[in-house]
């Protein structure tokens, strides 16, 4: 089989506001658009540039979607999906591996704890030490792993993908 590298970006949504009539209304705070903004910038700078993106319905996680994008000028159109709003990180891998072999760059964004539990699973310990070591340490709001992986979407496992970077956004 000829494998293809690919790169999957994990990231959790920006600083939110406290309360809302639900918590799925919950927007993001000024601070959370600046730093999404500035991970944007980041992921282009970096070289990141999605071909798919599968963001939560949730409002903050939408709101992360725009302001990053708008930092990165991205103009895919974000897949908006209301299982991921909920989905552990079993559900959330599952949800990655329906992903077309089109593919080749797969932005996520979500929710804690599972944004942080799959970025941690699918990472081999092969990568970049230091991302692995602050990755570790947390995956506060606006946090960004950039992990790679060679093979087909379907074929992604546990300790599946090489961590390449990881970013906390701060604007």
């Given at each position: 089989?000829?494998?293809?590298s690919?790169?999957?970006?994990?990231?959790?949504?920006?600083?939110?506001?406290?309360?809302?009539?639900?918590?799925?209304e919950?927007?993001?705070?000024?601070?959370?658009?600046?730093?999404?903004?500035?991970a944007?910038?980041?992921?282009?700078?970096?070289?990141?540039?999605p071909?798919?993106?599968?963001?939560?319905?949730?409002?903050?996680?939408?709101?992360?979607?725009?302001s990053?994008?708008?930092?990165?000028?991205?103009?895919?159109?974000?897949?908006?999906?209301?299982?991921?709003?909920?989905a552990?990180?079993?559900?959330?891998?599952?949800?990655?591996?329906?992903?077309?072999?089109?593919?080749?760059?797969?932005?996520?964004?979500?929710?804690?704890?599972?944004?942080?539990f799959?970025?941690?699973?699918?990472?081999?310990?092969?990568?970049?030490?230091?991302?692995s070591?602050a990755?570790?340490?947390?995956?506060?709001?606006?946090?960004?792993?950039?992990?790679?992986?060679?093979?087909?979407?379907?074929?992604?496992?546990?300790?599946?993908?090489t961590?390449?970077?990881?970013?906390?956004?701060?604007?």
């Open positions: 089989m000829n494998s293809v690919r790169v999957l970006v994990i990231i959790r949504h920006a600083k939110a506001e406290p309360s809302a009539a639900t918590d799925h919950r927007r993001l705070t000024d601070a959370g658009r600046a730093d999404a903004g500035e944007g910038d980041w992921l282009a700078g970096f070289g990141v540039v071909d798919r993106v599968l963001v939560s319905s949730a409002a903050r996680t939408r709101d992360t979607w725009e990053l994008a708008e930092g990165a000028a991205y103009a895919v159109e974000p897949v908006f999906d209301d299982s991921l709003y909920a552990g990180p079993e559900t959330a891998l599952d949800l990655l591996r329906e992903t077309s072999d089109e593919v080749t760059t797969l932005l996520v964004i979500g929710h804690n704890p599972t944004m942080a799959l970025a941690q699973m699918l990472e081999d310990g092969e990568g970049d030490a230091g991302a070591s990755m570790a340490e947390g995956f506060p709001t606006t946090a960004v792993a950039v992990l790679a992986h060679d093979g087909s979407w379907a074929e992604l496992e546990m300790s599946g993908a961590l390449r970077a990881f970013h906390v956004g701060r604007g």
